[in-house]
Nanobody
Framework: QVQLVESGGGLVQAGGSLRLSCAPS????????MGWFRQAPGKERDVVAS???????DYVDSVKGRFTISRDNAKKTVYLQMNSLRPEDTAVYYC?????????WGQGTQVTVSS
C-alpha cells in the first residue's frame, strides 16, 4: 500500500487562503486523473475538485470560484489553492486518484477555518 502525502493545511480565519500540496506515488500520478477530497466531522468523504491528464478541471458547486486545482507534471505534484475560505470548509483534506483507490488514502491534512 502506497499512501499519498498531503501538506499545507492549518488554521485560518474566514476569508483567508491556504495552498495544499500532494506528492503522489509515480504510479498514482500516472493514472491520469487526480482529485482532492475532504471529510468533515460526522460526514462522508467527498470529492472537492479533480483534474485530468490534459488539465481539465471539475469542482463541486460549493467551491467553484474559490478553489483551484492544478498539477505540475514535472514535479508530479498536485495542488489545491483555496481562497475565500469559509467555516464550512473545515475538514481533513486528502488527495487520491479520481476515482479514488483505497491503496492511496493517506493521513490527510487538517484545514480549520475560524469565523
Amino acid at each position: 500500500q502506497v499512501q499519498l502525502v498531503e501538506s499545507g493545511g492549518g488554521l485560518v480565519q474566514a476569508g483567508g487562503s491556504l495552498r495544499l500540496s500532494c506528492a503522489p506515488s509515480t504510479r498514482a500520478y500516472a493514472s491520469g486523473s487526480m482529485g482532492w477530497f475532504r471529510q468533515a466531522p460526522g460526514k462522508e468523504r467527498d470529492v472537492v475538485a479533480s483534474i485530468n491528464w490534459n488539465g481539465r478541471t471539475d469542482y463541486v458547486d460549493s467551491v467553484k470560484g474559490r478553489f483551484t486545482i492544478s498539477r505540475d507534471n514535472a514535479k508530479k505534484t498536485v495542488y489545491l489553492q483555496m481562497n475565500s475560505l469559509r467555516p464550512e470548509d473545515t475538514a481533513v483534506y486528502y488527495c487520491n486518484t479520481n476515482p479514488p483507490s483505497d491503496q492511496y488514502w493517506g493521513q490527510g491534512t487538517q484545514v480549520t477555518v475560524s469565523s
